[in-house]
DNA sequence: CGCGCTTGATAGGCGCATCCTATCAACCTA
DNA sequence: TAGGTTGATAGGATGCGCCTATCAAGCGCG
């Protein structure tokens, strides 16, 4: 059973495709067949069912493809952790953030590329169940993402923003110049917002909710550079986190009201997998997080 | 780097000398060697520090060590998920227990077995810190544990017992015959007890403590067999955790009183490491765990 | 119906990694 | 100083994994 079949077999699943995963493999397709055939009679099952072309992963293959990820993920970590003994930590650090999170991103980055010269940063998006995924398959080294609200398991977390809520509208609007605004008031704006499978979506609907408010959006969108379109073109408001009030901020026509709020903010933070060991990418990351905080 | 020469490693660190690894591992000394020096020169660094004999890890091997172990505990896991798939679940079920828990492992094993008629099941003992090692190396398939008290980070429980205390004296002393008894009391009597490396102890030690008490026992022992002979033998009383109730209850020179404690008791319990994804051998403890609460 | 494309399996050959036995070199102990 | 211990080295056999080239089955399309 070699690691290197183990990524045969991760890529096939993940690609379904052969001759595809061999090329993103760096190997020729017999190779990667003659990989995935072995290690398929070493575990005296077929683990991919095909013919003549790619089927589907058989209940043996289920079984065994979250294991080859954390085996995979493991390799890595322990390659990372004795080339960091060695020397100051180097290479790519994998961030994935929610949407909310992003502009915290900044932040977070410069701290960590100003300490560890070594490093890249590279930050991608994500929702905050495949910020869990990601994590745990070591694809992406730490998250930003909710740390009270669908927490993903066995993770340590470090807070690095207690949320609130801004409503953003023109400020050459009929709203304009606010500076606070209520729930009721908001609710009764034509407002854009993101779709419902995102999770500051949700939280929204429920804080709405829990006030006897129900949102009917006028539209809806992916990302938040939409929604402050959307507002700039004249028809919407929006609510967004107020981790965006500093790009806010820069936009002559935008005017951002504070959206009273008595309840306990939701906290947002770092999170990185909590396995012993801790791999160097996610102690850097929890030491640059902490210091952040202490600021 | 194969999984091969982590065994090796892991092996040689364990041991501390390559014949006898090498025999452990069913290999010849010059394979395993090699297969450590095909392994240091991979990963670019000397991880054992040797001189015509073994003389220690280096910073790179500390480093490596506990990733190796975790990396081969995958392995397993990956190799029993897969077989368990495709046939009902076999092999050796590996629990380890704190002494205080012994008396637990009788009925969670009979009905393991009894539902699990391909299993065979090895119990031993061992330090509460002990087994949260052996279950991060995947040593043990399972814990029988303190649940509130220096608990293991990272694992699922499942409560199994709450605990009170039990004083034990000869049934013709001159506290036989008694049913209850006081904090107070006890402590002033010639006690044996663990000595102060066990957890029961030093949760008897806080305990004591909570009531202004010091003890100070006569004699100190490793194992409740020895302090139920040194009880026999008439010079001693003791407190033991009321899991030995029914073992103590077939002795017909003991008399069992139990401590009035108005504490909450501490809860023991099943331990299994959680990780994704869940070993079959961990899922199947869980489920009979939880059947065994629900009775 | 047949041509060509796609996709995974197979064949043959090559090179390297791993394994073994045998032996050596340094060290320890008596 | 002789003998045992311990890890490294040498030399040879084996097998695994990799490559290129090719095949076989299914699919789309004229």
């Known amino acids: ?175 304009g110049g606010l500076t606070e605004i209520k729930w009721e008031e908001a609710s009764a704006q034509p407002l854009c917002l993101l779709h419902q499978g995102m999770q500051f979506r949700r939280i929204l609907d429920a804080r709405m909710l829990d006030r006897g408010l129900a949102i009917t959006p006028r539209a809806v969108a992916d990302s938040y550079v939409t929604l402050f379109d959307l507002v700039r073109s004249g028809g919407f408001c929006t609510i967004v986190p107020d981790t965006y009030a500093s790009l806010l901020a820069g936009l002559p026509w935008a005017c951002c009201a504070v959206l009273d709020d008595g309840d306990i903010p939701r906290r947002i933070g770092l999170v990185v997998v909590n396995r012993v060991p801790l791999s160097p990418m996610a102690s850097t990351a929890l030491a640059v997080a902490r210091s952040l905080t202490g600021v």
């Open 1 to 175: 059973m070699h690691p290197r079949q183990l990524r045969y077999f991760v890529t096939i699943a993940r690609l379904r495709h052969f001759a595809n995963a061999a090329q993103e493999c760096g190997v020729s397709q017999p190779t990667l067949s003659a990989g995935l055939s072995a290690l398929e009679r070493e575990v005296g099952h077929r683990l991919i069912e095909r013919d003549r072309r790619f089927v589907g992963l058989t209940p043996q293959g289920e079984a065994m493809l979250p294991w080859a990820e954390q085996i995979l993920g493991a390799v890595a970590g322990m390659t990372s952790s004795v080339a960091a003994r060695s020397a100051s930590i180097t290479g790519q650090f994998a961030l994935a953030a929610i949407p909310a999170a992003l502009p915290l991103a900044g932040r977070f980055g410069d701290t960590l590329l100003e300490r560890h010269p070594g490093l890249s940063l590279s930050v991608r998006s994500a929702t905050s169940r495949e910020i869990e995924r990601a994590l745990n398959t070591f694809e992406c080294d730490a998250g930003l993402t909710y740390l009270d609200h669908e927490t993903p398991a066995n993770v340590l977390t470090v807070p690095l923003h207690a949320e609130r809520y801004l409503f953003v509208t023109r400020a050459d609007g009929p709203l």
